[in-house]
């Protein structure tokens, strides 16, 4: 019977091993496929300049790159750059220069680090969760981590999210030692947990308030105030040490920190195109209710969210340990980002971990169907692969390309098509290099004023399409589409360039935000029909 057992166990543990092979299998194909989209094009997304300008700081190598103020010009601590600058400069040792030298390099390496992290954050993920768990459990949450859509899709283009996502669930790591132990060295680490959450995003201050509510759940329990107070200076030692190594210009410049923390502040979220509350969107276009409707079921793929929703449950009935940790993560974080009228959805990631490993933890909520568990778990990660795979074969160029030929080709008698395009935001549309590579270019249109000097071409990206529609109904931008659609103006629609995702039509019910992502753009080309002197005037030349 003994050995029938170790058998049993070592069939158990070598499925295990198999599951968790595949499970990071699929998080690095969803994290590594197409990461080189548009710079094998010879462009990239205009925010990802920022990045390769701190990378090169390190180029050639130096420890002033480390402490250099021009780190601070970003609206980001320095650690997500240090890590991509040192990358760089060890990939320029190595003569890894796959696109000759410049920005692309840069670009590429930074979203290759990123997705480093997005790999190691789904094995961090499953690792917490065995611990609080065991071993399904733990299978369980990285596989459920390992495919959630935003975050494999924000590794597609170069930002500090998914390495800060990742610094959280260190906190989590952290969290749990100090409420199992109540250790100054468990707050140490905690706290220095939550530094690096900080040097990587200037949010990630929200792991203050989790270090400060696990330490207030051990004194709690132990009934020491004293204890809270001991542990509070540890956690805060931990914290200012590893913020410091994270951005040192941080550390040597406190009070340029504070300016930009002014700036984000005043930032108006009007000025987040499609990514602030407003009123098209209904009884859920407010602070919190947005996130719980809209918001995680895009970012998680619905069944996940499900699940989630199962798992809080499931916390309140066990009310257990990991469970006050993890909440104690996830809380102060979505209040911060939850109550801000922006929804830029990369916000909300640094929650995510904690929620897929409540998630992992459904399977307890209704103990007679326990069985089904694993095949609710399995369905559930299909469908998001699905979601997510289908999310990022949209990462391309293909669209702006084959709309440039589409327009070289339709010019006639040697003239050069004029074309023209919303002003807002063109850059952020990827037109510049595609429309040049066949000798074109596009004069950018102010509101109001698209057709003022009668392009032979109007293309209007479903970027501002959307943003009109759902931003500003009654704006100057609304009023001409809607002359356009209507026919009053002398354009037809020619020819629409648009790309698929899993239930996209469910998502963008949700919001109509959720069709446009950052390498992924919609389009549609209106061409501007003759009048009926020069139709007649080409007629008789026929």
């Keep these: 019977m003994m050995g029938g057992r170790r058998e049993s166990g070592g069939v158990v543990g070598a499925w295990s091993v198999a599951l968790g092979v595949a499970v990071v299998a699929g998080a690095m194909f969803l994290r590594f496929w197409r990461i080189s989209w548009a710079l094998t094009d010879g462009t990239w997304f205009p925010d990802e300049t920022l990045w390769a300008n701190s990378a090169a700081f390190f180029s050639p190598l130096s420890w002033h790159a ?8 970003l609206p980001y601590p320095a650690g997500y750059a240090i890590l991509s600058g040192l990358s760089l400069a060890a990939a320029r040792t190595l003569a890894f220069n796959p696109f000759g030298g410049g920005n692309a390099d840069a670009i590429l390496i930074a979203r290759l680090v990123s997705a480093t992290a997005g790999v190691a954050c789904v094995v961090l993920v499953g690792l917490f969760a065995r611990r609080l768990g065991g071993r399904a459990v733990g299978l369980a949450a990285a596989a459920l981590m390992a495919v959630v859509p935003l975050h494999a899709m924000q590794n597609h ?23 199992r132990r109540g250790t100054r060295a468990s707050a140490l680490l905690l706290g220095a947990a939550s530094g690096l959450a900080f040097g990587t995003k200037y949010t990630g201050l929200a792991m203050m308030a ?23 200076v540890w956690l805060v030692a931990g914290f200012l040490a590893a913020a410091a190594l994270a951005c040192p210009p941080c550390a040597l410049d406190p009070a340029r920190v504070v300016g930009m923390w002014r700036w984000q502040w005043n930032f108006k979220s009007t000025d987040f195109v499609i990514n602030h509350l407003v009123p098209s969107l209904g009884w859920y276009g407010r602070p919190y209710a947005y996130q719980l409707v809209a918001a995680f079921p895009f970012i998680l793929g619905w069944p996940v969210y499900a699940l989630v929703l199962a798992g809080l449950v499931a916390a309140v009935k066990r009310r257990d340990v990991g469970d006050r940790v993890v909440l104690a993560t996830i809380l102060p974080y979505f209040l911060a980002m939850g109550g801000s009228p922006i929804t830029l959805l990369r916000y909300l990631l640094p929650v995510v971990p904690g929620l ?15 069985r089904l568990w694993p095949g609710m778990v399995a369905l559930a990660c299909v469908y998001s692969f699905v979601l997510s795979a289908s999310q990022i074969a949209r990462y391309s160029l293909t669209a702006q390309q084959q709309m440039a030929h589409w327009i070289a080709e339709g ?66 931008a609304a009023a001409e589409l809607d002359r356009l659609e209507a026919g009053e103006l002398p354009y037809r629609a020619a020819r629409r360039w648009s790309s698929w995702y899993l239930q996209r039509e469910f998502y963008t019910w949700l919001d109509p935000g959720f069709a446009i992502a950052e390498g992924a753009m919609d389009f549609t080309v209106y061409v501007r029909e003759p009048s009926p002197e020069r139709a007649a005037s080409a007629e008789r030349l026929r």
């Excluded at 800060?164 to 969290?175: P, R």
């Design 411 to 476: 010019q006639t008698g040697g003239r050069s098509t004029r074309i023209a395009a919303p002003a807002k935001l063109q850059r952020y549309v990827l037109l510049t290099r595609p429309l040049a590579d066949v000798g074109l270019s596009c004069t950018a249109a102010e509101d109001g004023r698209w057709f003022e000097d009668a392009p032979d071409v109007f293309v209007l990206p479903a970027l501002h399409e959307v943003a009109i529609r759902r931003d500003e109904p009654d704006g100057l």
């Design 356 to 370: 897929i490993v409540l998630a992992a933890r459904s399977g307890s909520l209704v103990p007679r169907a326990r």
């Design 210 to 232: 989790t270090g400060g509510l696990v330490i207030l759940d051990v004194a709690i329990r132990q009934r020491r105030v004293e204890r809270a107070i001991d542990l509070g």
């Design 157 to 179: 283009y170069a930002s500090s999210d998914v390495v800060h996502t990742t610094s959280v669930v260190l906190v989590m790591f952290a969290g749990y030692a100090v409420a």
């Design 66 to 73: 480390f402490v250099d103020d021009r780190h601070l010009r």
